[in-house]
């Protein structure tokens, strides 16, 4: 049977070792052998290690052979109202041999599958925004912060580099001005860094100046940062730790990742205690600036919607939001709910979430 003649039915799977080689081969088709979602040792991180259970799947078949699939990562979620359980939409990912318009509406409608769930939400790349938008007629819940910190001003913007060898210039003078300050910043509000692995003890200590709020989130404990700042080779982070002579005033999680011929440096989660303030939350981001990469930073970023009263970090200074009018793609949240209505108590507005919770760097 040709490809564009079979009719693959969608069927549900909560995944086991046992699925991984057939996803990693699904994974090498559409993205190439070297891709993260073709490495097998990748998708048992991603898909089994997280510590709120096993990835939930709609697949798609042919011949027992995976052709599509839609991957939920399922988050537990609190605020004093209440809990849920919650489901970030990870995977979508269709064979182009059958990328035809039967398939494509039977993963439109495929998320209404997921019951088991309270809500999904998803922040799409702009193929899956289209998709979303498009075909499944979906509408984004609210818009996502983006926030940066330009350290090679003149070679993200073509503007700056009139004429060949300038940006380098202009670059270097920047980065002299910004080392310096961010030397100066870090100094001024006595904070200290110290880069520690996710299973540090003393981050039991960090994640519980996390304080009850009417925000909807999931929450930091030891056995989430192992696995989601882990050694994985394709999520390798770094987590700092950040204190003063009064004792710890927090965390941040990065990661230094090539995107869209960009070298950024990005900020993947944060807490930082109440008790800190402007110019000490400053001096964490300086200690950010001031880490040592293999590769040339160009850009500190963040992409967030966190309403945590513990997590100021993305939006301090020198920190700054990015006016949409900048951004190559609006940066935009779906949020739905497979048994058709909204759980008791939960408010779409009340939704914080950081890069941690999503799958995206």
């Known amino acids: 049977m040709d490809a564009c003649d079979a009719k693959p039915e969608p069927r549900q799977v909560v995944l086991k070792e046992e699925n991984l080689i057939a996803h990693a081969r699904l994974g090498a088709r559409v993205y190439g052998s070297?891709?993260?979602?073709?490495?097998?040792?990748?998708?048992?991180?991603?898909?089994l290690g997280n510590p709120d259970g096993p990835a939930h799947a709609v697949v798609w078949e042919v011949n027992q052979e995976i052709v599509a699939r839609v991957v939920a990562l399922p988050q537990r979620f609190f605020s004093?109202?209440?809990?849920?359980?919650?489901?970030f939409v990870v995977d979508f990912v269709v064979d182009p041999a059958y990328r035809t318009s039967g398939l494509l509406v039977?993963?439109?409608?495929?998320?209404?599958?997921?019951s088991e769930f309270d809500f999904l939400y998803m922040v799409p790349n702009a193929v899956g925004l289209k998709f979303w938008r498009g075909l499944a007629k979906l509408h984004p819940a609210f818009a996502v912060r983006t926030s940066a910190l330009p350290l090679a001003p003149a070679s993200l913007l073509d503007a700056f580099s009139p004429r060949p060898g300038m940006a380098a210039i202009l670059d270097s003078a920047w980065r002299y001005w910004a080392k310096w300050g961010f030397k100066m910043l870090a100094a001024a509000s006595r904070v200290i860094?110290?880069?520690?692995q996710a299973s540090d003890a003393r981050l039991d200590n960090v994640v519980t100046m996390v304080e009850p709020d009417r925000y909807i989130g999931t929450r930091r404990h030891r056995?989430?940062?192992?696995?989601?700042?882990?050694?994985?080779e394709f999520r390798k982070s770094n987590i700092v730790l950040f204190s003063d002579n009064k004792g710890c005033l927090g965390y941040a999680a990065w990661r230094d990742v090539v995107f869209d011929k960009i070298s950024a440096r990005v900020l993947l989660d944060s807490v930082v205690s109440p008790r800190a303030s402007s110019l000490q939350?400053?001096?964490?981001?300086?200690?950010?600036?001031?880490?040592?990469?293999?590769?040339?930073?160009?850009?500190l970023l963040?992409?967030?919607?966190?309403?945590?009263?513990?997590?100021?970090l993305p939006v301090s200074w020198p920190f700054v939001k990015v006016p949409d009018t900048l951004l190559p793609q609006s940066v935009s949240a779906f949020v739905l709910f497979p048994k058709g209505e909204p759980p008791a108590g939960f408010l779409v507005s009340s939704l914080s979430f950081t890069l941690a919770d999503?799958?995206?760097f």
Not at 223 to 232: H, P, T
Not at 302 to 312: N, Q
Request: some cysteine; charged content about 25%; proline content about 3%.
């Open 80 to 87: 004093c109202e209440g809990s849920w359980n919650g489901a």
């Open 358 to 360: 999503c799958d995206m």
């Open 281 to 299: 939350r400053a001096g964490m981001v300086s200690h950010l600036g001031l880490m040592p990469a293999g590769k040339t930073v160009q850009l």
């Open 193 to 196: 860094s110290e880069p520690v």
């Open 34 to 47: 070297k891709a993260a979602v073709a490495s097998v040792d990748h998708l048992r991180w991603k898909y």
């Open 302 to 312: 963040t992409i967030e919607r966190d309403l945590r009263k513990s997590g100021y």
């Open 223 to 232: 056995s989430f940062l192992r696995w989601r700042f882990s050694s994985d």
């Open 106 to 114: 039977s993963v439109a409608k495929s998320l209404a599958r997921f």
